[in-house]
Each structure stands twice: as structure tokens, then as C-alpha cells.
């Protein structure tokens, strides 16, 4: 009897994983046929052909804080909004090879900074949009900051507790091809305006904080554009109501010299004036619709001037 038993809950356990395993898989594989939302959009970068002169490839401030279309109609380029929120450096050095082989390499990039970005952490921002990608050996970064990757690789039941109700809905449209999905839904070339936030008096302080594996993927980013022929532009984004910390001072310090080694202008916008304005942002750190439009006109009068000498 206990045998039975016991030859009963081996083959239970076995089917559970059975199912649970190929559950994963078929999630994994509807979340990489996905053409919407940030899952879509991931998918876009890897895998659509279009090819644009100029891109934005960088975290959420990055995201919300530049309106492709606006800046095209201002400087008569064709651009792209390539950035996605949490990304980090290790993301940014792995994204952008991955971009230039399925679009070609742009003639004009901006990258930004913010406070994280060279200081990433042990975490990796909603990870589980990664899942679908964990074999693929330009993730191995990836893997390294977030073990619960390593889930998806080695052992996919317990991956699956990690996918929260939006990927496992996205997976199904991108199984069954639902609504859109013969074409990508990237709306506004990439841009996700913000409304207004409420006003917040109080001066915080910002904290850039770095790694030292981080300047060598820097500057692994660089040398590809360089290769490429890529005019490279480093933002640091407007904060509202921030001031630096002492220990953010020598960060943008080396960030600014590294940059400028590499032949890359940098903007620092950390501390501009015309961005000081609580009417300008969604929160402390993001722009909202109104200041993407002044950064956006910024940038496209800073661009004319550059290529106009």
C-alpha cells in the first residue's frame, strides 16, 4: 500500500512538472510573438527591420521625457523612442547591439543617466519580461543580477509564479494573435507622455551611485558606437526640487570625463533652471507632457546647432 502510495505521488509530481514545464513554455513563446505594451515593444527592438536616424535608448525618465514625433517635426529627422523603464547599464550595453543588428546602426543616439544607472543593483526591473529570452547568451548580464532568472533556464515550474496576470494575458494574445497582432501597437514611435503631478516643496538629495564593472560596459557602448559611426549624446535628465549629494559629484564627474574621452557630448540638465518648474513633471524625477515638450525643444534646438556647423 505504502508503495503504491508512494509510486502514486512520484508520478503526480512528475506530471505536475510536466505541465508546469510546458505552461512555461508556451508563455514564453506567445510573450515573444507579442506586438504591444513593453513586452511588444522589447520584441520590437530585437526582431523589426525599420530602420530609424536617430534613437533614444534609455531608462523610464527617458521614456516619459522625449516625444520623437515632436522632435522630428522640429528637426526633420526620423527618430525613435527606444527606451524602456529600469534600464540600467548592463541593459543599455546589451539592448543596443541587439538594436543596431535588426535596425542599423543610428546616426545620431541619445543615452541617459540617472541616479542608478552605473550603480545597478542586484536586481533587474521587472525581470520576468525577460523569461522568454534567458537562453539567449547576451542575457548572461541579466542572469548575473538577478538570479530568479535563472529559474526560466534551469528549472521552469518555479519560474512561473513570476508571471503576473498582465504577461500571462499578453502571452495568450501573442499565442492566439488576437485584436492586433500582425502588426506592432508601438504608439507615439515609442513615447509614453505623463500627466501633471501634485506639488512637492521639499528639496531632496540625489544619490548617483556607481560600479566599477559598470565603466567598462560604458565604454564598451561607446567603442560600438564609435565603431559604427554613431554621434553619441549623454543626457543627464532635469530632477524637480533635487540637489546633488557630495558623492554624486565625483560620479558625474568621471561620467562626464569618460564621455568626453570617448568623443560623446554630454547635456546635463540636473541643474537647469528652465526645468524648475512643478508644472514640468509627473513626479520628482519624471517629466510630464508638458516638460517632454520643453526638453524635446531643447534637444531638437541643440541638434540643429550641432549639425547645422
Known sequence: MKKRFFQLFIVCIGAVLIISTLFYFLICAGLRNVKRDAEGKFNYILKDTTYYNTVFLGSSTMHV????????????????????????????????????????????????????????????WDFSQYYPYVNDPDMDGLLEREPKLLLGKYFPPAAIPYFGDPLKNLALIGLFKTGKGTKYDIPMKGFVPKAQMQKKDTTLEAFFVERDHAWQLLAETYTL?????????????????????????????????????????????????????????????????????????????????STTQ
Open 65 to 124: 521625457g522625449i516625444n520623437p514625433i515632436q522632435f522630428d517635426s522640429l528637426t526633420g529627422t526620423n527618430s525613435f523612442n527606444a527606451s524602456m523603464d529600469g534600464l540600467a547599464i548592463t541593459e543599455l550595453n546589451m539592448f543596443l547591439p541587439k538594436y543596431i543588428a535588426a535596425h542599423g546602426a543610428p546616426k545620431h543616439l541619445y543615452i541617459n543617466c540617472d541616479e542608478t544607472t552605473m550603480g545597478f543593483s542586484q536586481k533587474v
Open 225 to 305: 558606437c564609435n565603431k559604427n559611426k554613431v554621434a553619441v549624446t549623454l543626457i543627464l535628465m532635469p530632477r524637480y526640487n533635487y540637489s546633488l549629494s557630495r558623492s554624486s559629484v565625483p560620479v558625474i564627474d568621471k561620467l562626464k570625463s569618460v564621455s568626453t574621452a570617448f568623443g560623446v557630448k554630454v547635456l546635463d540638465f540636473t541643474a537647469d533652471q528652465r526645468f524648475a518648474d512643478n508644472n514640468l513633471f509627473f513626479d520628482r524625477i519624471h517629466l510630464d507632457k508638458n516638460g517632454a515638450e520643453l526638453l524635446t525643444s531643447v534637444l531638437a534646438k541643440d541638434f540643429k546647432a
